[in-house]
């Protein structure tokens, strides 16, 4: 999985750290020799890098369909010809902009560490589009100076170049690869009608097993039934679950939120988290809390639904992400306005609520 990047540069090598601290620090005194009053990026290796596709960020539905039905030529002209209209907001919007505020309230509590979220925008598209997306950037004030742009190629293989906590698309295919390569990554999706959402507090809402935790217990729930499920949570309490795919992004966010607590501020830290859970409190719940506590990470709210429709409470908690592995609570998060993001990871891809998924359809 993708890790935090240490504090602390480490190498095999010294001469070779040593020259990469000067070029940086080179580059640096350069960058803030200009006069601006707009935020630099963090170095890369102290930020949280979230990495956004340009349709996640921006709704490009329309244009979308002109890529499929006229073609890559007539696609890139169209943008070019209205590369002076900013694209509308998409749905990783609201959570980029909360990502902003975070980093605005860490700039005034630590004016010179470069521990902040660092956002960048990932994508397929080719260089002649670019014009549109930066002006659309500029149009809405977004703090995002890093670009990766592929030309038609997939992104995947720069994540790691650009050391990335979190990869949002809305390409499967991608985001299967990313998952494949370690990297904490999500299919996002749209929900059925807006929700207001926190303009001052960054929310993310977890699902445990496959997004936080591996599928390990999942696998025995869905090949074995509840009753040995419960019996095996018992009997494996003090042992800890394996991590998930999802795990070192919590790590990444409780990083940040120790920055606040260090400043007196928990009580008015702007990120907050929560485990939402099919599981059981009484029967399988205590491994999930024991787990987390061995990990060395907090999590604010913990909320154990023993089966229940996650939708409902979802819309009380108002997250400007929720992650699940299981598409039948993506949808019915979504129908209730939650954006959500899909983590196709573990058995739980084989299964449409409860029930095995022929291996035909599996295929499509």
């Not at 890098?49 to 890139?76: C, H, N, P, W």
């Not at 609570?329 to 573990?346: C, N, Q």
Request: hydrophobic share 35%.
């Amino acid at each position: 999985m993708s890790e935090i990047k240490p504090t602390v540069a480490i190498s095999t090598d010294k001469n070779e750290a040593t020259a990469e601290e000067k070029d940086w620090a080179a580059a640096k005194a350069h960058f803030e020799s200009l006069k601006s009053t707009k935020p630099r990026p963090p170095k890369p290796r102290y930020a949280v890098t979230i990495g956004v596709s340009s349709r996640t960020l921006f709704d490009m539905v329309a244009e979308r369909k002109i890529f499929e039905e006229e073609g890559l030529e007539k696609y890139v002209q169209h943008q070019q010809d209205h590369e002076s209209e900013p694209l509308k907001p998409g749905v990783a919007f609201p959570f980029v902009k909360a990502l902003m505020t975070v980093n605005e309230r860490l700039r005034k509590l630590y004016p010179d560490s470069e521990e902040l979220f660092d956002i960048v925008l990932m994508t397929n598209n080719h260089a002649q589009v670019g014009v549109r997306l930066i002006n659309s950037i500029n149009h809405y004030d977004l703090t995002i100076e890093r670009f990766c742009m592929t030309g038609g190629q997939s992104p995947i293989g720069y994540l790691k170049a650009y050391m990335t906590n979190l990869y949002l698309s809305k390409d499967s295919k991608k985001v299967q690869e990313a998952i494949e390569e370690g990297i904490a990554a999500a299919i996002m999706f749209k929900p059925e009608m807006e929700t207001p959402l926190s303009e001052t507090q960054l929310r993310v809402a977890f699902d445990g097993d496959a997004v936080l935790f591996s599928d390990e217990s999942e696998i025995i729930v869905k090949q074995h039934g509840l009753d040995t499920f419960f019996e095996h949570e018992k009997l494996n309490e003090n042992t800890p679950l394996a991590k998930g795919p999802l795990k070192c992004f919590l790590e990444a966010l409780g990083k940040l939120q120790k920055k606040f607590y260090a400043k007196n501020e928990r009580l008015n830290c702007p990120i907050r988290t929560f485990l939402v859970t099919a599981r059981s409190a009484a029967s399988s719940g205590a491994r999930v809390l024991k787990t987390l506590r061995s990990w060395g990470l907090e999590i604010d709210e913990a909320l154990f639904l023993a089966g229940a429709p996650k939708g409902p409470l979802l819309q009380k908690i108002r997250p400007h992400i929720f992650f699940d592995d299981q598409m039948f609570h993506i949808e019915g998060a979504k129908d209730m306005g939650t954006i959500s993001a899909h983590v196709p990871y573990g058995i739980g891809q084989k299964y449409n609520k409860g029930k095995l998924i022929e291996p035909e359809k599996q295929q499509k």
